[in-house]
């Protein structure tokens, strides 16, 4: 009993002589001992007892304890076995110099360094704090535990759950179950989220919705830099603002540039576009969509794909790199590089261009193109040896053109008031073939291209050749242009008024081509300076020394009209110095000149030829063995020639027609030849490549009747 007494005196003194000493000023940062003791660094009051085996320390004012590196500070504490602490009021924990945990009271137990504290808890780490009203702390773990609901807060920043895990070693903060993250930029709703207070980086472990102002982001798996405001979601990431909608494998987000990425199999959708690419670039504040690989475009005017396009929906332009699509439309438009103003409705395509109207059947193929769909235009330059090609499907078969330079308009941007083209006017020949003169003679059946005639005893000649009607007689239809109509000047370029009618649609386009246009179709071949083709009335003219080849016949004048119909050659009109050669052989030329001729076709073969004004024909009489009998010389006003199988059959001559048949080895072949007459075979189109490709041709001067031409060589 005595030793008893002696050893609690003892230890009160003991006791009572540490209370004397000094708070201590820094609590040590690194442990003092291994041990699994709690140490009473200081407080106000101290009481012991004893309780059966268990020893109970009552501390009361200021009370600061520590083991190792954890140190508590509180207004009370109860300590029992020096193991465990049961702490109130003020209660604070810290370890380290960066965790500090503040409570309204606590347990805590040495033996696991594991502190339970309640009500109106919060964990500091520099600038974050934590929040809740129940915080598991184990102090060897270094890991915060709540279960009950918490906030955590930085700067603007905060994050609430039901549950959360705070790695204070590492700042990593695991939130589970009702997860919610508000920020100024943003407000996020998952179900478990990594966070590291740190970094301030987000990590998504759950399904995870995004919300941005009208935005909103939808992802499985990525992470979110709040700081740097960045975000990368990888799973079944979506993206919706208004009616933008966009999706992806990966998805990438820049809040400072306002910047979406989508990466595989991407799309983007809103009330008029659809797109697709592999990698999908979108800006919210320039609204600019860049599609990169596989790009493909579908708004309410067009489609466009490519391998990058790049479209703004603010401004409503769009540029392609790569091959591209595009279809318009009736219009479509193949290029390597395509950029369109919107603001000047223009669109200017690169490199291999190939330019079509489906409805007009037309293809255009080039180098270089300035396209506007609103204003029907297209431009086309370059190609091939520098040449834009082209193509207008009729009856079947492809005619192609080619030019320096190829355009495109709408009739009515040319004229207010457009002109009639009179010579289109002009009523059909209504002499039916029926009428034939009564003598058809047929061509030799061995006469070949490139050799004479096997010479035959000279025929004699029938009394009735021709058929020539009356002085009173004349032609059953309207003169080929009225006396009173203007004729286009052959000296200058076409003049797109002359040639159009006012336009049914605004589909309706004009066609120019200028400057050494060749034409080649494989029944028809021409060249002149240049042309129009108009949608309006289906007519091709021909400007500056126009010359036309069809079969055996060429053809020339000032100015050449073709008139298609049905997508057929129908009607070749030529004003002004109308010259037609035909020769089945090209060593005789049967010769039709005058003012204005109108080839007429039948399945696009030529059928009858009818001249008007100061008419002239040289013709080569057949007997029924094709062989030649004689020449025939005629002039008169007007004249009807018929034609089958490519050859002169017969002619009909109207009003005071004067007529001379010269016997074929009495004729003067080359007299014959009229003034102004060409033969220019040498420089007829042979394929599409040669309407292309600069060659040598001859140029044969016109030269008085009887002289023999000198052939100059000349570069086109």
């Not at 705070?166 to 709703?189: A, G, I, M, Q």
């Not at 355009?407 to 009428?435: G, R, Y």
Request: glycine share 4%.
């Amino acid at each position: 009993m005595r030793l008893s007494l002696i050893f609690v005196v003892c230890l009160f003194f003991a006791f009572s002589a540490f209370g004397q000493k000094g708070k201590p000023t820094v609590p040590p940062t690194q442990p003092t001992s291994g041990s699994d003791f709690i140490n009473i660094l200081f407080s106000d009051e101290f009481n012991y007892s004893l309780i059966g085996i268990d020893t109970l320390k009552r501390l009361t004012g200021n009370v600061e304890l520590n083991q190792d590196d954890v140190y508590l500070f509180c207004d009370s504490a109860n300590i029992l076995n020096s193991k465990r602490v049961i702490a109130k009021g003020n209660f604070i924990l810290q370890q380290g110099d960066s965790t500090t945990i503040f409570s309204d009271s606590a347990l805590y137990r040495a033996d696991t360094k594991i502190a339970d504290l309640y009500v109106n808890v919060s964990l500091v780490r520099g600038n974050q704090k934590l929040f809740t009203d129940h915080l598991t702390y184990n102090a060897n773990t270094k890991i915060a535990t709540y279960l009950t609901g918490a906030t955590l807060t930085d700067d603007s920043t905060f994050l609430t759950s039901k549950k959360g895990y705070y790695h204070t070693n590492n700042d990593d903060v695991f939130f589970r179950e009702n997860v919610v993250v508000e920020s100024p930029d943003f407000t996020l709703r998952t179900d478990t989220l990594k966070f590291n207070a740190r970094s301030k980086i987000v990590t998504f472990l759950a399904p995870t919705l995004i919300i941005q102002d009208t935005a909103r982001i939808y992802t499985e798996s990525g992470n979110y830099d709040i700081p740097n405001r960045k975000g990368i979601f990888n799973k079944n990431p979506q993206y919706l603002k208004n009616d933008q909608k966009a999706w992806a494998k990966r998805m990438e987000y820049d809040g400072n540039k306002e910047e979406i990425i989508l990466a595989g199999d991407a799309h983007f959708q809103d009330s008029t576009t659809n797109a697709t690419a592999d990698r999908i670039i979108y800006n919210e504040k320039t609204g600019v969509t860049i599609l990169q690989g596989n790009a493909f475009v579908r708004d309410d005017k067009r489609i466009i794909t490519g391998d990058t396009v790049t479209y703004d929906s603010k401004k409503g332009t769009y540029a392609t790199r790569g091959r591209s699509h595009i279809v318009d439309g009736t219009q479509v438009l193949e290029a390597d590089r395509v950029d369109y103003d919107k603001e000047r409705e223009l669109g200017i395509a690169q490199g291999n261009v190939i330019w079509q109207d489906t409805t007009e059947k037309l293809t255009v193929v080039a180098e270089f193109a300035e396209h506007s769909k609103q204003r029907n235009y297209l431009k086309a330059s370059g190609g091939k040896h520098g040449r834009p090609l082209l193509i207008k499907v009729i009856d079947g078969d492809s005619l192609y053109i080619s030019a320096d330079t190829l355009m495109s308009l709408q009739p009515d941007k040319l004229a207010n008031a457009p002109a009639v083209d009179t010579l289109q006017s002009a009523a059909p020949d209504t002499i039916s073939q029926a009428e034939t003169p009564a003598t058809s003679i047929p061509q030799k059946p061995n006469a070949q291209p490139g050799k004479p005639p096997t010479k035959q005893p000279e025929p004699a000649i029938p009394q009735k050749l021709f058929e020539i009607p009356s002085e009173t007689d004349s032609l059953q239809t309207p003169p080929i242009a009225p006396k009173d109509s203007v004729l286009l000047d052959s000296t200058v370029a076409p003049n797109p008024q002359s040639a159009i009618r006012s336009p049914q649609s605004e589909d309706d386009r004009i066609i120019l081509a200028f400057h050494d246009v060749r034409i080649f179709k494989s029944n028809l071949q021409a060249l002149c300076d240049s042309l129009s083709y108009s949608t309006v009335d289906s007519m091709f003219r021909l400007f500056t020394a126009p010359i036309i080849w069809s079969d055996t016949s060429q053809f020339t004048a000032d100015t050449v009209n073709i008139q298609l119909a049905n997508d057929k050659i129908d009607q070749i009109f030529m004003r002004q110095n109308s010259f037609i050669v035909n020769s089945p052989d090209e060593f005789f030329f049967n010769q039709i000149k005058g003012k204005n001729s109108i080839a007429m076709f039948d399945s696009s073969e030529l059928r009858r030829v009818r001249v008007e004004g100061n008419a002239e024909s040289v013709y080569y009489a057949l007997d029924d063995d094709k062989a030649y009998i004689g020449v025939n010389k005629t002039v008169c006003s007007e004249m009807l020639i018929l034609f089958g199988n490519n050859e002169v059959e017969g002619i009909k001559f109207y009003t005071q027609p004067k007529a001379t048949l010269f016997p074929m080895k009495k004729a003067d072949h080359e007299g014959l030849k009229m003034a102004g007459f060409s033969w220019q075979m040498e420089r007829r189109p042979q394929s599409v490549e040669d309407l292309l490709v600069a060659k040598s041709v001859v140029v044969r001067p016109v030269v008085p009747p009887g002289l023999v031409p000198v052939e100059v060589e000349k570069e086109k």
